[in-house]
């Protein structure tokens, strides 16, 4: 068998390369820690967003009402919840509409971040076997809804 020799050389590195290579690494972290430090400064309450929630309060019941059947001569009651959870306080108010036609109207009052009001409405009675109620919220005195829920009712 022959054998080979392997032959070893030193080869000097090139240090202005690797000078580059950590100069451009330094750079990247010096940007990342930058981007840590300042991103929490900037993020306050100038660019949170308020809103507010309008939901039924028993609607996830299973005897809430309306599961339930009601008789064409019945008022429906309907807990209504609203939920402000804007940045500065705001007035508001319900409005009930089906077909287009308005029914109730409820004025809420001025609500302050964090108010939780619960409202108990009732529709009145209906000669069609199922109805379609809107329930409009509408915030300071905008003429456009800011929230909206749609709910059916069956009748006997």
Do not use: M
């Given at each position: 068998?022959?054998r080979?020799s392997?032959r070893?050389?030193l080869v000097?590195?090139n240090?202005?390369?690797?000078?580059?290579?950590?100069?451009?690494e330094?750079?990247?972290?010096?940007v990342?820690?930058?981007?840590i430090?300042?991103?929490?400064?900037t993020l306050n309450?100038?660019?949170?967003?308020?809103?507010?929630e309008l939901?039924?309060?028993?609607?996830s019941?299973?005897n809430?009402?309306?599961?339930?059947t009601?008789p064409a001569s019945?008022?429906?009651?309907?807990?209504?919840?609203i939920q402000?959870?804007?940045l500065?306080q705001?007035e508001f108010?319900?409005?009930?509409v089906?077909d287009g036609?308005?029914?109730?109207g409820v004025?809420?009052?001025t609500?302050?971040p964090?108010?939780i009001?619960?409202?108990e409405?009732f529709?009145p009675?209906?000669?069609?076997?199922?109805?379609?109620y809107?329930?409009l919220?509408?915030?300071?005195?905008?003429?456009?809804p800011?929230r909206?829920?749609?709910i059916?009712?069956?009748?006997q």
């Amino acid at each position: 068998l022959a054998r080979k020799s392997i032959r070893w050389e030193l080869v000097q590195p090139n240090i202005a390369h690797i000078a580059k290579q950590h100069s451009r690494e330094a750079a990247l972290i010096a940007v990342f820690c930058g981007f840590i430090l300042i991103l929490p400064l900037t993020l306050n309450n100038d660019h949170k967003v308020g809103y507010s929630e309008l939901y039924i309060k028993e609607a996830s019941y299973q005897n809430s009402t309306w599961r339930k059947t009601y008789p064409a001569s019945a008022f429906v009651p309907l807990n209504v919840v609203i939920q402000d959870n804007e940045l500065e306080q705001a007035e508001f108010h319900l409005e009930v509409v089906k077909d287009g036609e308005f029914l109730i109207g409820v004025a809420i009052g001025t609500l302050s971040p964090g108010d939780i009001i619960s409202q108990e409405i009732f529709l009145p009675p209906s000669n069609t076997a199922s109805s379609n109620y809107e329930i409009l919220l509408f915030k300071n005195e905008s003429q456009t809804p800011y929230r909206s829920l749609s709910i059916w009712i069956r009748r006997q």
